[in-house]
């Protein structure tokens, strides 16, 4: 999974990306900052102190803080979304707009900001979709072809939608056609937006700091923490951490409820794996059947799956092991069309 940080200037999304990603600040290389994260997953710890394997892998997701052009770059009737950006983000799964509420003189807004990075990534993508149009409007009356009648339909859908100031992801029908994968659009992507607060608001309930800016906005997931805090929480030795946070009154590390929002929005689960060797969380979409979650292992498993041997978490630390399963009957041997569940210990047979 990657997941790009985007931010208007002294938002704080250096700050964020050195608390996620556990790495000082550093040059950005051609305009961005990569990082990874590893998935909190106390599933995986509990199962390795279990089997003691050889090496144990949670999930990963790529962090990417990028350069945000913003409206103060824009030109005429443009948006400051320039091709840079648009391509170091075209691989990226999610979007996390990072927003600032630390000023002490309660300067910033928020809603605002969050508005105004909405408002360009859909100025981005109806820019896109007009000049597609428009260029394909040219070859009809040129006597060409032009584009097959299925993707002229879904960007008619997508004009729409944009110049209702909506995001694509808003019709999630739309947003999952084929014809559109190329366009890589900007808002057929989940976004979720992160509001930078100051410590004094680190103790207060979330719902109450989001409302004070009349937060969040319809259909954008979102929540709060102190990047400055979190990045010092980071930098210290695990063991104090935990101390740490009471003292603040930080109630959730920012990792988890982003991991938490982004596994939400996206639609991931995740499926484990055990043995002597490796103890591992591999990530797949909500209503994977287990023929394909194969395939996140290893290729040659999809090619060759026969069957899943699957044990649900919860059933297996309750019954302490493998054998036991089996005794109680939690054991299963599912087919290729079995939907494989979050949590699910399996073990594929396969030729």
């Known amino acids: 999974m990657k997941v790009a940080l985007v931010g208007l200037p002294q938002s704080g999304k250096t700050s964020l990306f050195a608390a996620l990603t556990g790495t000082e600040p550093g040059r950005e ?3 961005m900052r990569l990082g990874t994260v ?33 409206k103060d770059e824009r ?10 950006f648009l391509n170091l983000v075209k691989p990226m799964d999610a979007f996390l707009l ?18 105004a990075l909405l408002s360009e990534m859909i100025l981005a993508d109806l820019m896109l979709v007009e000049t597609r149009l428009e260029r394909d409007a040219l070859e009809h009356k040129k006597g060409k072809p032009g584009m097959p009648g299925e993707e002229r339909d879904a960007l008619d859908r997508c004009l729409k939608i944009l110049d209702n100031s909506q995001r694509i992801y808003e019709d999630p029908s739309l947003a999952a056609r084929p014809e559109l994968r190329t366009y890589a659009f900007l808002t057929a992507r989940p976004i979720l937006a992160v509001v930078n607060v100051g410590e004094d608001d680190i103790p207060k309930p979330a719902a109450e700091v989001l409302a004070r800016f009349r937060l969040p906005v319809a259909g954008v997931p979102t929540f709060a923490c102190c990047a400055k805090s979190e990045g010092e929480i980071q930098a210290m030795p695990e063991e104090e951490r935990k101390e740490f946070r009471e003292m603040l009154g930080v109630r959730e590390p920012v990792l988890d409820i982003m991991v938490r929002e ?29 023929s394909r979650a194969a395939g996140a ?10 069957r899943a041997e699957v044990i649900a978490y919860d059933d297996f630390i309750a019954l302490g092991s493998e054998a036991a399963a089996k005794k109680a009957g939690k054991y299963r041997l599912e087919g290729r069309e079995y939907v494989v569940q979050d949590g699910d210990i399996v073990h594929f047979r396969f030729n």
């Open 29 to 31: 290389k051609g305009g």
């Open 38 to 70: 590893k998935v909190p997953d106390a599933r995986v710890d509990k199962l390795s102190g279990m089997y003691q394997p050889k090496k144990t892998t949670h999930a990963v997701i790529e962090v990417v803080e990028a350069h945000t052009p913003h």
């Open 75 to 84: 030109k005429a009737n443009k948006s400051a979304l320039d091709a840079g």
């Open 98 to 115: 990072v927003v600032r509420a630390f000023d002490e003189e309660g300067l910033n807004d928020p809603r605002a900001d969050v508005d």
């Open 262 to 290: 982004l596994y939400q929005a996206l639609g991931l689960v995740s499926f484990l794996t055990t043995g002597e060797d490796e103890c591992r969380a591999w990530t797949i979409r909500r209503g994977t059947p287990a």
């Open 297 to 306: 292992v290893h290729a040659d498993i999809e090619k060759g799956f026969i």
